[in-house]
């Protein structure tokens, strides 16, 4: 398992050289996508109101804010992490690497939309994409069309979160 304090600060450092400082939510996005692909570092999750939620990872971004080695700034744009200092992403690995270009530059609310499929696909019995789209309705109502859900099975096909 990974040392948690240290691979968060890499991938805040990481998500910002591609897209810019991430906010939280997009973190813990990202963080599940990483768990899902084998990436043990040790959080766990549930489903909450924008998708998968670690509880775990929110105390380790506000313990890392406390000790100074994490800005979070508050803003209409949710809560944005910032490294207090140059991070070098010795840890991240070639397939962490992969996950990070795949959906690094995701908006949080795609990243929102993947996750919460991913997670029901996770969930139900069928997997097949009926059953997966009515899952992700049900937790979502309204908030995303079968289009965009469809579109989302098909890219964490794609990417090989979810079998063919």
Same mark, same amino acid.
């Given at each position: ?13 990481? #998500? ?10 997009k973190?813990?996005k990202?963080?599940? /996508? ?8 040790g959080?766990?999750?549930?489903? *909450? ?7 775990? /990872? ?20 949710g *809560?944005? #992490? ?16 992969? &996950? #990070? ?11 929102? /939309? #993947?996750t ?6 996770? *969930?139900v ?8 789209? *009515?899952? &992700? ?5 309204q ?8 579109t ?9 979160y979810?079998?063919?």
């Amino acid at each position: 398992m990974y040392d948690q304090n240290e691979m968060v600060l890499e991938i805040v450092a990481r #998500l910002t050289e591609l897209s810019g400082a991430p906010c939280k939510k997009k973190v813990q996005k990202i963080i599940y /996508l990483l768990e899902e692909r084998s990436v043990n570092m040790g959080f766990d999750y549930k489903l *909450h109101i924008y998708g998968p939620y670690s509880e775990d /990872l929110d105390y380790t971004i506000c313990s890392l804010k406390a000790s100074n080695a994490l800005e979070i700034t508050y803003g209409n744009k949710g *809560h944005i #992490l910032k490294c207090r200092n140059e991070i070098e992403p010795e840890n991240i690995t070639d397939s962490m690497e992969a &996950v #990070l270009r795949n959906f690094g530059r995701k908006t949080p609310r795609q990243l929102e /939309l #993947l996750t919460t499929t991913l997670f029901a696909e996770r *969930h139900v019995d069928d997997k097949d994409e009926e059953s997966i789209m *009515h899952a &992700v309705k049900k937790i979502k109502g309204q908030k995303f069309s079968f289009d965009q859900i469809k579109t989302a099975i098909t890219l964490l096909r794609e990417t090989g979160y979810i079998g063919a």
